[in-house]
């Protein structure tokens, strides 16, 4: 069956970055897109942004573009996504998602010094 | 970006009870290739989203069918006939048709 497992969880200073990956299994990796979700405590869900593991082409939320970074390695099957320049306001739950049909664990990442 | 707006924020039902959620959307969802991107998604307590219905009506594989889905345009509606324990959590309605994709702000449907 499908699968996306997400890395642990992770705790950063501000100012620092966090990449976290986000492994795909039981389907073609290469012909669906991935999308990268945020959850802040207790809110709703915002779209991050998504990449096409095929190509590598990226679309990004205007609100995130210059904040998070995605990449692929098609060989593990795997979709990263970097975060730079952490605050107080990246600390959140982060899902990757297939079409919305499949959906990681979901990575905490936390900033505090 | 499109705003959708869920109603209402929280939802008391008993077991057995039929419920509806209303998500309406700042603009029409119908995309030009005639599809109309509106889905569905359920958030159990401490577990990721998962999604219930697509593309407005369509029932995902494996959801029961006291879950369906209606609308068009701005207007979608998510009804519940006959609430289970299972039910119970945060639904969100999620549109595809215009970047940014955008997701409501949520209803929590609690036991009474």
């Known amino acids: 069956q499908v699968k996306l497992l997400q890395s642990g969880a992770a705790l950063v200073k501000p100012g620092a970055s966090v990449k976290m990956s986000c492994k795909a299994s039981g389907y073609t990796f290469t012909d669906y897109w991935v999308s990268w979700v945020k959850q802040s405590h207790g809110k709703s869900l915002e779209w991050i942004g998504e990449?096409?593991?095929?190509?590598?082409?990226?679309n990004f939320n205007e609100k995130f573009k210059g904040k998070a970074t995605l990449t692929v390695d098609k060989s593990t099957s795997t979709a990263y996504m970097e975060l730079s320049r952490l605050t107080s306001e990246d600390s959140a739950i982060y899902y990757c998602?297939?079409?919305?049909?499949?959906w990681g664990q979901g990575t905490l990442v936390t900033v505090s010094s | 970006d499109v705003v959708l707006t869920q109603t209402p924020p929280t939802l008391s039902a008993t077991i057995g009870q039929s419920v509806s959620i209303s998500c309406r959307s700042s603009q029409s969802l119908l995309h030009s290739n005639g599809n109309t991107y509106l889905h569905w998604l359920l958030q159990r307590p401490g577990q990721s989203p998962q999604l219930l219905i697509y593309?407005?009506?369509r029932l995902e594989s494996g959801v029961p069918n006291r879950f369906s889905g209606s609308g068009s345009g701005t207007d979608f509606t998510l009804k519940i006939s006959g609430v289970e324990a299972e039910d119970l959590g945060v639904y969100y309605c999620?549109?595809?048709?215009?970047?940014?994709?955008?997701f409501g702000g949520g209803t929590k449907l609690e036991l009474k």
């Open positions: 998602t297939s079409g919305f049909a499949y």
């Open positions: 999620v549109q595809g048709t215009h970047a940014p994709w955008t």
């Open positions: 593309l407005v009506s």
């Open positions: 990449i096409y593991p095929n190509s590598g082409a990226t």
